[in-house]
Structures are given as structure tokens and as C-alpha cells.
């Protein structure tokens, strides 16, 4: 059967989730259009480019590589032909305020001798442990988070697995029934900071993490993931589809309940067939359908909705190399529970914060200039709600970093920055649009995932449909990943609307 007119999918934002998107619709029959709203594309996965230096802006791990793999293969390649990805010997390297550290290892063997190392008397422990995040792992993400949460009893089938497998516990809680030194109690239980979510209230489900990264490697993509981005790009733009940049959609618009395309700010009315948002889930509702009934998604159910912490990131180059240092480090403060109630709780800017270090150029110096190094530098810190005046706390907070990394891993760093830039939750609000500055979205507490999150199909507009980390399953690059993977079960492919 052949359509008499080709159809159209507009996808809102270009990250990760939104590129996804764009190329399993484009593999489903739809001529794809990508708006940008930024002068370049990536969304928070964007690069910049300063004095020389190669920054990516946001997301640096890759996890579930057979993602990548499997949008490549919808447009009749391989990865490997444009992409040169390459798994870690060590993860991670984490410093503890005391003086002691933990190498996160790839060699299971190795780990375990760290393991044994750090505490001999939880080695079976921790064994137990990574079989239970195994066990999680194969019904939560390989069960579960390529699969749409349309209906309550969606949620219901799953809550047996939910119960028990301890997902009603904490993350940490977890980790605290199988070891007790409290490296390993952080080594195991950090990763919902890298999505979100406080480990001391993150359902348990997260736990699955510690193996998705044992089972599938953690990876680093030559040219940073920027390089992800221009691959995913040039199969949008070999199916026939297109990514405009500095394209800002003011409204989706609708008609009878239903998307029919989008309104830009300069005027300008594309319509579409399906339209696709990878904009902050919240944002998308509130500001995008503002003029919408919306039954589910109202502005006050977003505003009674828990949101993610925020990130102070600062970006900088120097004029010479640390080849000590690792790709990953996380340089831990004195207090490890009292700092996240802190950030998600009481929400105020604490004196002491936990670090998270990216130093790409240890993997591919071709990221800076001869003889320098490019970093970037994380502090998870509260979202916009805690009322603190970045423009004017911003650099006091960069100098104690500076003053942190110089004392640990980068001796004399003061004399040696060649450029520099500093991002803040204010920066999220105003450049990401994201809801309150929180660089996750929603928090990924129980009662706001799975069907309780925003769902892959719009339950407030048909024809509308949500990839990113405000949707099911969440944040991550997996998670990003795996929500557009959703949109393979979700949206009719385009033969079928004929």
C-alpha cells in the first residue's frame, strides 16, 4: 500500500532521546524534521568549542552500547563504521575524604581483588550483591524499560517483580543488607546521582545499574560524545530527514485533541503527522500545551511533582597535562547522607560538596591542544528552588572547587587554567528549559516512575509523544536511549496511517 502523501514527524529537541527518535522514525516510514532550539545540535549531550579546546557539555558515559548499535543497524550500518568506541579497563576512580580510594575495574576478577583490598569480610557480600543487580537488571531494564507504562495495569503486572525483588527499599538500604564498609556502601550505591536521584530515597530498581556497567562495559566514544551526535545526525540526514538548528517551538499545536504540528517562535507552522518532544517533560506540558486541557499533566500536578537535583559544572582547559589522573574520578567530602539531604531535602547550598571529575583527554589527547588537558568538573547541588543567586554565588563556588581539585588530584591547577566556563542551574533553566533547573527532570522515586512518570504516549494529546529523561524510564543515557526505543511499539509506523 502507498501513501498518497509522505508522512511527517517533528521531533522537539535534539539530545540524545530526540535523535533517537528521529532515526526509529525515519526507519518506520516517516520523513523526519529535528528543531533545535540551540545554535547546535546535542541538547545536553551539545559540544563547544573554546580556545582550542573540545568540551562536551553533558552526558560523558555510554553504558548499553548495543543501543547505539541497533540505530546504526536500522539504516543499514554498523557502529564501528563511524564510530570508534572504546570500553574502560578502570570505570571509575573514587577518593574518599579519608585519605582512601576504590578503582572501579572492568576485569570482574580484578573488582573483586578491590573489593578485597578495601575489606576482605564483605567480598561475599558483594558478590551477593551484584547477583541481586543482576536479577534486577533482568527485569528492569531488560524487561522493562523498553516497554510503554500506557495503562495503570501496566504498573500492576509489574509490582509482584517490583516487591520482590526490594524495589519498595532504597538504593543504599540495599547496598547497606550485603556489605558494610562504608567505601563500598558508596561505591555501590552512588549511580542514581548520575540520573537524578538521592540514593538514600531512590527505589532499588537502580540498583540494576552496578550491572548494566559490569555486564556491558562502560565506554568512551574517540572525539567525546559529541561524535555520537554527528554520527546520529548523518543517519537522520542519509533517511531522508533534517535537524534545524536555532528552530525554537513556541507551541505544539492542536486540534480536537490531537498534535498537529508546531508553532516557532518566529512564526513559522510546520505540520506533522506525529510530533515528538524531547524537551524537558515538564516544560513541554506547561509551556508548550499551556493553552491545552490538560487532564493529567495540569500545572498544579507539575507543580506538586519532586524534581531532580540541579549540577554546577565548570568546564576548563590547562596549559599542561595530569597524566595521572583518570578519565572518571569522583573526589568524595566528609559527609556523604547529610550532603544529599542537603541538596534534595533542605536544599541549600552546602560548604562541603562530592565532585565528579572528566578528564577525556586521559583517553584522546586530540580533545585540547599539544600538551594540554581539557576537564570538566560536576558538583550536584539543589535545583532553582532553593532560591540561591548563582550570578553572584557562581564563581566564589568555582574558586572551592579549584581550591578542592588543587589540594587532590590537580596540583597548581590555579596556575595552569587557560580558559574556563562555568554552567549553573540557572543555565538549565534558561538554555536546557528545564523546569525549576533540574538537570534530570522529575526525581526518580517510585511514585514517579514506570506509569507514574510522563508517559511515552501523551496521555493529555494524541498524536503527541515524549522521549528524554522526564519520561519512562527515566535519565541516563540508556534510559534516553531506551524511551525512544519505546516509540517502536507506541507510534503506528507511517504506512499505517494511510
Known sequence: MTCEKERHAVVIGSGFGGLAA???LGARGYRTTVLER????????AVFHQDGFVFDAGPTIVTAPFLFEELWSLCGRRLSDDIDLRPLDRFYRILFDNGGHIDCLADSDAMRGEVARVSPGDLDGYDRFMAHSRDIFEVGFKGLSSVPFDRLTDMIRVVPDIVRLGGLRSVYSTVARHVRHPHLRFALSFHPLFVGGNPFSTTSVYCLISYLERHLGVHFAVGGTGAL????IRLIEGQGGAVRCGADVAEIQVANGRATGVRLTSGD???ADVVVSNADAAW??????AGTHRRRWNDRRLERSRYSMSLFIWYFGTRTRYPDVPHHSIILGPRYRELTRDI???KILAPDFSLYLHHPTASDPSLAPPGCDTFYVLSPVPH?????DWESRAESYRRSIEERLSRTLLPGLGDHIVTS???TPKDFEDRLLSVKGAAFGLEPVLTQSAWFRPHNRSEDVDGLFLVGAGTHPGAGVPGVLSSARILDTVVPHAHALC
Open 22 to 24: 528521529a532515526i526509529r
Open 38 to 45: 540551540q545554535s547546535s545540535p546535542g541538547g545536553r549531550a
Open 229 to 232: 551526535v554527528r554520527g546520529m
Open 269 to 271: 507552522i510546520l505540520a
Open 284 to 289: 513541554t506540558y506547561k509551556n508548550l500545551l
Open 344 to 346: 534534595f531535602t533542605r
Open 384 to 388: 532553582l528552588d532553593a532560591g540561591i
Open 421 to 423: 566556563r562555568v554552567f
